[in-house]
């Protein structure tokens, strides 16, 4: 149930900690900053709610010119300023103006996403493995125990696996990267050996070798388009099923001198998708996206420590900016691009780029650690040393307030969206709740050694050294498998420096930063196949 | 229960058994004092239609209402007689719709009736049908005109004449036949398929020949008639099944296994479609059929890329025409803005098309307008559609299209017409400065062009000051000024004048304090520190966390650190 007024101990330490010269109104808590231009006005039609006026008010900085994009900004404002002030009469909410996370709807309408489809889903049929990932995520991160689902899964995905390696949107479909990284994490979230066995990996590993393009990049399906999201998807794979690097001679990369593998030329891909802004897009030469970010910056953390191959491959001051551009105020939320709206599932795209640029940050091997690309340029950039983050680099609160204001279906329906008068979706409940899960928690990356790893990576290309794994203490018995960036070993804590204005019971479940699911699921599949070498 | 009979309903039961003459009516031949009305007889010829006939049916079993509407509607102006029979036969008809009731011959039973009827006794029902019989007033009564309102005759249907509607109707008879019994056919081979016995004989079930012939004469039979009676439109279910082009086919029939979890229910046409797709591509068919099979499928489903990819291979395979296809394309892209498997599907066309015109400069630089316009086209309905500027960027590069002034001057029009759309911003800045007339390859967006012309860095810098000055908050233009000094190598601190005209005393306290762009204020704070004014950089950057853009307090925060960390 909800609980009111009741004062946490760290809730008090941090005011007191932040805010010596202790103000007369329960004030908001902002870093670092003494004299704040900001104050929590009691909110005239809720009286006693604490919302900053922040959330509550149009932004400072406005222009005069109306355009197409500056309308449709102001329209959604409006729709989310009476959510956010406290004024909604369909929300509960609570001493902050934050309503609860309506659990109980929410899990009906994952579970029912998960059975029988009507006819007008007809245009989903080709991303049936997507629906299975969303709800199954979005639940576990709900609390719910998904293990029930692991035959009926593994049925599913079995119908959908081609003979050919990967999986499919559906029976006899082309195996599709997407799809098939939406299977392969499906898998892992419901856990169990005989889920794990669904699984053809050696058909998976020539498959992807199939797709693997002499620049560098994936291909998403065989004759299909190039883009950034298949160089994060087939990290994904490769990593949590342990496949070898080798190249198969059928692969169009193959040079025949071993002097290429499944990964090498990924981290220049991703390099040529960052744009002038900073962000990145989903191929060389478009508009920066906060979607192709994630990707980015996941698959970056799983070709190495984030700590090096972030910096080797990406402006990272740019990208920080940029990722930071994506939030708004009054709104709270994060945006895809530039001057475009807020979006609920940026809250992950966006929001869950923050733990690993922050990973990266934090690494103290990060700025000076050896750069991976052997352009000097590159190795000039990352010699310049950036501050760690010690304070949240974006707004956890606005973002919070957001999610539990705007973004949950008021109807009995249930669910999370994009936004007020959107319907909600498997897709948006999925992403809504991993940004929540990033908001409410942070993670911490322990250290790498930097010279076993760099002796790693080098005998990886060489397909010699046998891996070492940091944090896991054994020895990998496949001799070139895995990558190093997987077995990074991260920690999650709950985020609880300053204000909580939700309510403890409405913390969702932690994910893992780079595999979006419980990190006790990443484990277990990854130690799974440890004990499995070769195919 | 009594089986209800309609008006509507007694004249579809006419209209499907035509008999020369309604049978329900007759002539009034009584003592009433006004001579019976005749309704206007239309003629009988070869010109009336159905709905014609409808209405003098429908005329010639009211015969009383015809005579109330002479007399302007208005009951009181007929002789008390005829406005007795008029109510009368209004009663009559209405107990001839519930026969059980009407039948009922007890006298409680007659005074129910009469109360419901009409509000009297057993005697005024008595009276009623005393005048019925006397007048030979019709009982049942023929369905008026609101038949064309229910959809009763379709597709124009009643407007055919008579003898025309009766031949279609004994065709759409002869496909219903045929359909059951192609039905039959079908489900014998199914169960030939796996393995059934006849419940008779105990025998294997065995399609023969012979049966097979017939069947294959009976699709043929059954499309031309289709084919006359709907033209090119089939109905929805078994669409292919009794199409005698797809006869060869075995359909591949995918089984959803147990407990599938977000299984769909697929509409039948859908499904069987599928299942064709399943086979045709199995045997690697690349067809016309193929092709017009992946059309049905993309109509129901366009976010298909598995029939894309097909399509693409018959386009090829049968070397087809790719300026058709690309028009086709055109419509299918125009109905469904939200899809990207279309541009995927355009960008394989214009792969395959490109070397076979790149050496005619007329051609390709009508293809390029051609693609420009519908580009605009598109981008008019949806003007940051990502799909469609990823495509254009490549298109771009492909046909060389960098220094092209009408591409330029396209893009211009679309950042005067919205200058916050950053997607134009991004496509100009590709157009800029991924020319190879004068960018090296290999440079990071974020890295410094030392090829670039000063002249073209000069010109982008202008254009962006210009568009800032109209909205001075609008990120697009400042993250495209910050880009063009970055990749012109100039230094940040060139526009520091130009940034500082968007802030006024910084610092100077609450009343003298005003910035019109928070994103020149984050500029400035980067020349600042670039000249290694940190104070005035820390200042910055304060502010904003403070007041100006204080969603982006941790990040501001965070920038200030970085003034203090080692260079």
């Known amino acids: 149930m909800r609980q009111k007024g009741v004062a946490f101990p760290w809730r008090k330490m941090a005011t007191q900690q932040r805010r010596p010269p202790a103000p007369p109104s329960p004030a908001h808590l902002s870093p670092d900053s003494e004299t704040v231009d900001e104050e929590i006005i009691p909110n005239r039609r809720q009286p006693g709610l604490m919302i900053p006026d922040l959330f509550t008010q149009l932004p400072p900085v406005r222009d005069v010119l109306v355009t197409e994009t500056s309308q449709v900004q102001d329209e959604t404002v409006e729709l989310c300023l009476p959510l956010l002030s406290g004024e909604s009469e369909e929300l509960q909410y609570n001493e902050h103006g934050v309503p609860p996370l309506d659990r109980e709807r929410h899990v009906k309408f994952l579970h029912q996403c998960l059975g029988q489809l009507p006819g007008r889903f007809v245009a989903a049929d080709a991303s049936r493995p997507w629906f299975l990932y969303w709800c199954l995520s979005a639940l576990t991160m709900l609390g719910e125990d998904v293990t029930p689902y692991r035959q009926s899964l593994a049925a599913t995905a079995r119908s959908m696996q081609n003979d050919t390696g990967g999986f499919g949107g559906g029976g006899r479909q082309l195996s599709h990267m997407a799809t098939t990284y939406a299977v392969v994490l499906s898998l892992a979230l419901v856990g169990g050996d005989e889920t794990y066995e669904v699984v053809d990996r050696k058909a998976m590993w020539r498959w992807l070798c199939s797709l693997k393009q002499p620049d560098g990049g994936f291909q998403v399906c065989l004759g299909g388009e190039e883009d950034i999201r298949g160089a994060y998807c087939a990290a994904v794979i490769i990593s949590l099923l342990r496949l070898p690097l080798e190249l198969a001679p059928e692969s169009l990369a193959y040079t025949g001198d071993g002097s290429v593998n499944l990964l090498t030329g990924v981290g220049d891909y991703v390099r040529r998708c960052q744009t002038f802004e900073g962000g990145i897009s989903g191929q060389p030469n478009a508009e920066a996206h906060g979607a192709y970010a994630f990707c980015a910056l996941g698959c970056l953390a799983l070709l190495d420590h984030p700590g090096r191959s972030i910096w080797s491959y990406l402006d990272v001051p740019r990208l920080i900016a940029w990722l930071s551009s994506r939030q708004y105020a009054p709104e709270g939320g994060f945006s895809g691009r530039t001057n475009k709206l807020v979006d609920g599932c940026y809250s992950h795209w966006v929001g869950g780029c923050f733990p690993l640029i922050e990973a990266c940050l934090n690494s103290t091997s990060g700025g000076c650690g050896a750069p991976a690309a052997d352009d000097p340029a590159i190795a000039a950039a990352s010699s310049k040393r950036l501050p760690p983050a010690d304070e949240s680099l974006f707004n956890r609160e606005g973002l919070i307030r957001y999610i539990l204001c705007c973004c949950q279906d008021q109807t009995k329906r249930g669910g999370l969206r994009d936004k007020p008068g959107k319907m909600s979706d498997a897709y948006h409940s999925c992403y809504v709740l991993s940004g929540l899960s990033s908001a409410q928690h942070q993670w911490v990356l322990d250290e790498p050694e930097p010279e076993a790893t760099q002796q790693q990576l080098k005998g990886q290309a060489e397909g010699l050294v046998p891996e070492k794994t940091a944090g896991e203490g054994t020895l990998s018995s496949s001799p070139l498998s895995s990558l190093p960036g997987g077995e990074a070993v991260w920690a999650v804590l709950p985020y609880l420096d300053g204000l909580r204005i939700f309510d403890n019971t409405d913390r969702v479940r932690p994910i893992h930063p780079v595999y979006a699911i419980p990190q006790q699921s990443v484990r277990a599949m990854r130690e799974y196949f440890r004990a499995r070498p070769g195919f | ?567």
């Open chain 2, 1 to 567: 229960m009594p089986s209800k009979r309609k008006p509507g309903k007694s004249e579809a039961s006419g209209a499907s058994k035509p008999s020369p003459q309604p049978t329900t009516t007759t002539t009034i031949t009584t003592t009433s004092a006004t001579p019976p009305p005749i309704p206007p007889t239309p003629p009988s010829d070869d010109t009336q239609t159905v709905l014609d006939r409808a209405k003098s049916r429908s005329a010639a079993s009211r015969p009383l209402d015809a005579l109330l509407h002479q007399n302007g509607g208005a009951l009181s102006a007929l002789s008390r007689q005829d406005q007795f029979a008029w109510l009368a036969a209004r009663i009559a008809s209405r107990l001839a719709k519930r026969p059980a009731v009407a039948s009922l011959t007890t006298t409680a039973g007659a005074a129910a009736v009469a109360r419901l009827s009409c509000g009297g006794g057993p005697k005024t029902l008595k009276e009623v049908w005393k005048v019925v019989n006397e007048l030979s007033l019709p009982l049942r009564v023929a369905g008026t005109t609101c038949a064309r309102k229910r959809g009763y005759y379709r597709n124009g249907e009643g407007d055919l004449r008579v003898k025309d509607f009766e031949a279609r109707w004994e065709k759409k008879v002869v496909v219903s036949c045929l359909a059951v019994e192609s039905r039959c056919f079908r489900d014998r081979r199914e169960r030939e398929r796996r393995g059934h016995k006849e419940e008779k004989t105990r025998e294997q079930v065995i399609v023969t020949e012979q049966e097979v012939l017939e069947e294959t004469r009976r699709r043929k039979e059954m499309a031309a008639l289709r084919r006359e009676l709907y033209g090119g439109g089939v109905g929805k279910d078994g669409r292919l099944a009794t199409d005698p082009e797809w006869d060869d086919v075995e359909p591949v029939v995918l089984e959803e296994p147990e407990g599938a979890l977000a299984a769909i229910a697929y509409p039948a046409d859908y499904a069987e479609a599928m299942a064709y797709l399943r086979a045709v591509m199995q045997a690697k068919e690349y067809s016309e059929r193929c092709l017009r099979l992946t059309e049905h499928i993309i109509n129901m489903n366009p976010a298909h890329y598995t029939v894309w990819l097909y399509r693409a291979a018959n386009v090829f395979a049968l070397k087809l025409s790719i300026p058709d296809e690309v028009a086709w394309l055109n419509r299918v892209a125009l109905a469904n803005l939200k899809n990207y498997q279309i541009w995927h599907h355009r960008h394989l066309l214009v792969e395959n098309y490109f070397p076979t015109i790149a050496s005619d400069p007329s051609t390709l630089s009508s293809f390029a307008a051609a693609e420009r316009s519908f580009l605009q086209q598109i981008l008019s309905h949806d003007t940051k559609n990502y799909h469609v500027w990823s495509y254009r960027s490549y298109l771009v590069g492909k046909l060389n299209l960098f220094g092209d002034a009408d591409e330029l001057a396209a893009i211009e029009a679309m950042i005067d017409d919205d200058v916050r759309n950053n997607s134009a911003w991004s496509h100009r800045f590709f157009l800029v400065f991924s020319n190879p007339a004068h960018a090296s390859p290999g440079f990071a967006a974020t890295e410094a062009d030392p090829k670039v012309p000063a002249a073209v860095v000069d010109r982008e810098i202008e254009y962006a000051k210009e568009k800032i000055r109209l909205v001075p908050q609008n990120q697009s233009g400042w993250n495209y000024l910050r880009g063009v000094l970055v990749k012109g190598g100039r230094k940040l601190g060139s526009v520091e004048e130009f940034a500082g005209g968007f802030v006024k005393g910084l610092g100077e306290g609450e009343e003298a304090e005003d910035v019109l762009s928070t994103h020149a204020l984050d500029l400035l704070a980067e020349i600042y520190a670039e000249q290694g004014d940190k104070e005035k950089a820390d200042l910055s950057l304060t502010r904003l966390g403070q007041k100006w853009d204080r969603i982006r307090m941790g990040y501001w925060e965070w920038r200030r650190k970085c003034l203090e960390a080692p260079a």
